[in-house]
């Protein structure tokens, strides 16, 4: 049986769903999404072997995107020869995380190009189907292992899954909620009976800016207002910077935060602690604006973030800042650029539904790789890119049934 290029993709949208599954077993957290790597890492060196050849990307900016990961990857190289990080660590980074990133983008880029619309909407279909299974499978699955932090947590009060954090369990089933909205036909009474659904199970500070993001897109969308959508992607895209920079000034949102807080500090907000990664971040490219970049995946193991038992990994974009320096006011730019013409290329689609669903399942995958780091963000560049291609290819479908 021949191995479809296609399926590659959906061992990347499988990361998420099913990252937290190795703790069952005591393997420990995000263990899963690892594991997936390496089911695909052989697997795409077989089809390299297969195939005899290296596929070009077809969109130019997926070309810059896998260019601006390659020379991270060479700052990496410059850092580890250069002492800037310890040489074996250094080393770990970069053939665990690094390298790999490239080789994972460029797979998920050539290979989200080349589908077809069916194939896209049929893995988008997937990916729904292996996230309820994976809700349903870890309720009866936690009891054979009920740890702290695994499917439950806080005392069995709050619920995510296989999915690791509650992050990543608010951005997956909001996403399945609007590919199923795709399918059916989006409806208001279903969304809000999510919402409250959501914010009951999870009871997370990612609950607000997802939903945030979710109803302006919508908003926006239904009314056409292209300019204002792309203003709210440009605001998604420097707030965790504006917030890492001023972090201080944001106290003001403890009052909507999901659990109680004494002090907006490390010690005394639950939502400060999330926020701080941001802040050392940012910290570090103020410090050293001019610096040579550190490289990608750096960060954490350099002589410049000290206080790295509370980065956690989850930086984000404020980590492509911090790592790449003074090449960030190039690429910053750039990922606004990128996001922006696939909003263009939604914005294009007739259909109402359509319109409405892929360019909120954009957002919301935007927003969750801007605030999340490491392979999680796999799954949601791997959702992007294959909008990228419904939107691109959904126009085309029409015309050519138009014209028929």
């Known amino acids: 049986m021949k191995f479809k290029i296609k399926n590659f993709l959906l061992l990347f949208l499988l990361m998420l769903p099913f990252g937290n599954f190795p703790q069952l077993f005591n393997f420990g957290e995000d263990t899963g999404s690892l594991l997936i790597t390496l089911v695909i890492l052989p697997l795409f060196i077989a089809w390299l072997v297969l195939e005899k050849k290296l ?18 990857i060479i700052f990496d190289l410059i850092s580890i020869f250069a002492g800037t990080v310890n040489f074996s660590d250094g080393l770990i980074v ?27 909407e049929q893995l988008m279909k997937f990916f729904t189907i292996i996230v309820v299974i994976s809700l349903f499978a870890s309720v009866f699955l936690y009891f054979l292992n009920p740890i702290p932090e695994f499917v439950f947590y806080d005392g069995q009060t709050r619920f995510a899954g296989f999915h690791f954090e509650l992050v990543n369990y608010t951005y997956v089933i909001l996403i399945c909620f609007f590919i199923y909205s795709y399918f059916k036909k989006f409806s208001y009474i279903n969304f809000v009976i999510v919402l409250i659904f959501l914010y009951f199970s999870a009871r997370t500070n990612a609950f607000y800016p997802f939903v945030g993001i979710a109803i302006l897109s919508i908003l926006l969308t239904r009314l056409k207002m292209l300019f204002i959508t792309k203003l709210m992607l440009a605001s998604v895209i420097i707030l965790t910077p504006l917030i890492g920079i001023f972090l201080d ?14 002090e907006f500090s490390l010690e005394g907000s639950s939502l400060y602690v999330r926020l701080y990664p941001w802040a050392l971040a940012m910290q570090h490219i103020l410090d050293n604006p001019f610096m040579m970049p550190i490289g990608l995946g ?34 910053m730019p750039f990922i606004f650029i990128y996001f922006a013409k696939i909003v263009n290329e939604c914005s294009k689609i007739m259909d109402k539904n359509a319109r409405i669903c892929v360019l909120t399942i954009l957002m919301l995958s935007v927003t969750y790789i801007c605030i999340q780091s490491g392979f999680f963000n796999l799954t949601a560049w791997s959702i992007s890119i294959i909008i990228q291609t419904i939107a691109l290819k959904y126009s085309n479908k029409k015309l050519n049934q138009n014209s028929a």
């Open 249 to 262: 000034y944001f106290s003001f949102l403890d009052i909507i935060a999901v659990r109680q807080s004494t």
């Open 94 to 120: 970069l053939l665990q995380f690094s390298i790999p990133k490239l080789l994972f983008i460029y797979l998920i880029v050539v290979i989200a190009e080349r589908i077809s619309l069916m194939q896209a």
């Open 298 to 331: 750096m960060l954490g193991i350099s002589p410049y973030i000290i206080e790295t038992e509370n980065l956690f990994g989850g930086t984000g974009i404020t980590a492509i800042i911090a790592e790449y320096g003074i090449l960030s006011i190039f690429i």
């Open 55 to 72: 596929y070009v990307p077809l969109r130019q900016n997926n070309k810059i995107l896998l260019l601006i990961i390659f020379i991270g």
